[in-house]
Every structure is written in C-alpha cells, then in structure tokens.
T-cell receptor
Framework: GENVEQHPSTLSVQEGDSAVIKCTYS??????FPWYKQELGKRPQLIID?????GEKKDQRIAVTLNKTAKHFSLHITETQPEDSAVYFC????????????FGKGTSLLVTP | DTGVSQDPRHKITKRGQNVTFRCDPI?????LYWYRQTLGQGPEFLTY????????KSRLLSDRFSAERPKGSFSTLEIQRTEQGDSAMYLC???????????FGPGTRLTVT
C-alpha cells in the first residue's frame, strides 16, 4: 500500500519567516495530494491541494510543489503568522482506491511572535 | 448547518461493549469516508462509500467493525466487543464526487476503559 513520509515532525519559526514541510510517497499511481491543517481539538481542514498534472500551485501565502519523478511534494508557507500555528498533514491518494487519503504523520508548526 | 456532523462527540465505554457512531455528510455528497486518528498521528483510512455501496475497506477494519450507509445519506460505524486499542478519534469525511475535496466532521472521540 501507499506509504507517506512527512518531515519534519516539529517546526518552529519566527513570525514573518517561511516554513517548508516535505513529504514523500511510495505509490507512483498516486495522483492527488492535499494538505490539511488541524488546530488543537478541531477537524482537519484543506488548505491547498495539487494534482499530478501540475508541478506547482499557489494560493496567497501558501504554495505546494510536486515532483512526480522523485515522488515528493512540499508545502511552503511564506510570511508566517502566529495563527498559522497548527499541525499540518500531507496526504496522497489515487483513483483506483477511491481517493482514500493516506496521510503523513503530521508536522507541528509553531510560529512565535 | 451545512458541514459534516458526527454524533456523539465523545463516547466512553467499557471493554467488551458495543458502540455505534453516526455521520451526517454534507447534503448531496456522494462519497463518505471513515478515518481513525490516534494521538500524534495522521488519520488512517478505514472505509468509504459511494452512495449506499461500501467500495473499500482497510485491513485496519477488523471483523469487529462494520459500517453502513443504508440510504446513501448518513452513515453508521459500529464497533463490537470494544478493546482498549480501539480508543481513538473517529473521523468522517464527505466529498461531492470521487477526487473532490474531502470535508471532515468534528469526530467522535472514543475512550475504552
């Protein structure tokens, strides 16, 4: 089955700095890669996603890049703010598994003022 | 409320008891997914439905677990003869169609004593 590795497990940055979280996946058939943000005690919420026919996608301060050959994708957050502090999960999925999400173990991001 | 809802939000049960959780997806969402999340980990896929049809089950879903979506709307997840290892947050998610964004519910936190 699909195996998703996520690094780092914790990340601390100062407000205004950039944060980068990296994920690798094992199943070359995976073609949909969402990123979820989960605040303490809350439900996971999608912040950005990318499909395998695209190499990069950006939404304001958040961007995701995908390298299909290397089977890795990354989340980039620029100009971080304290409200960005949360646990971030990457996931990989594919059509013939019904797009069931295989999640990484998460990255706990702390943005200090 | 137009989001995914789950009931109950918390459940404490004794080992060996049966429990049932309910998920109400967003209206008109055809896909419904169940995940389990333990502390410090990413959600793990359990099973999913396309309308009323259960299309895939994870190997995590032992014989003690059963899920239904009888009319293609709400879904139930039942755990029989609960064990302490079943203690986790059970998350439900729905999507309009295959490959679309999955919206998560608030989860049901199960504690088995």
């Amino acid at each position: 089955g699909e195996n998703v590795e996520q690094h780092p497990s914790t990340l601390s940055v100062q407000e205004g700095d950039s944060a980068v979280i990296k994920c690798t996946y094992s199943d070359s058939a995976s073609n949909y890669f969402p990123w979820y943000k989960q605040e303490l005690g809350k439900r996971p919420q999608l912040i950005i996603d990318i499909r395998s026919n695209v190499g990069e996608k950006k939404d304001q301060r958040i961007a995701v890049t995908l390298n299909k050959t290397a089977k890795h994708f990354s989340l980039h957050i620029t100009e971080t703010q304290p409200e960005d502090s949360a646990v971030y999960f990457c996931a990989a999925s594919k059509a013939n598994s019904g797009y069931a999400l295989n999640f990484g173990k998460g990255t706990s991001l702390l943005v200090t003022p | 409320d137009t989001g995914v809802s789950q009931d109950p939000r918390h459940k404490i049960t004794k080992r060996g008891q049966n429990v049932t959780f309910r998920c109400d997806p967003i209206s008109e969402h055809n896909r419904l997914y169940w995940y389990r999340q333990t502390l410090g980990q990413g959600p793990e896929f359990l099973t999913y439905f396309q309308n009323e049809a259960q299309l895939e089950k994870s190997r995590l879903l032992s014989d003690r677990f059963s899920a239904e979506r009888p009319k293609g709307s709400f879904s139930t997840l039942e755990i029989q003869r609960t064990e302490q290892g079943d203690s986790a947050m059970y998350l439900c998610a729905s999507s309009l169609a295959s490959g679309d964004e999955q919206y998560f519910g608030p989860g049901t936190r199960l504690t088995v004593t």
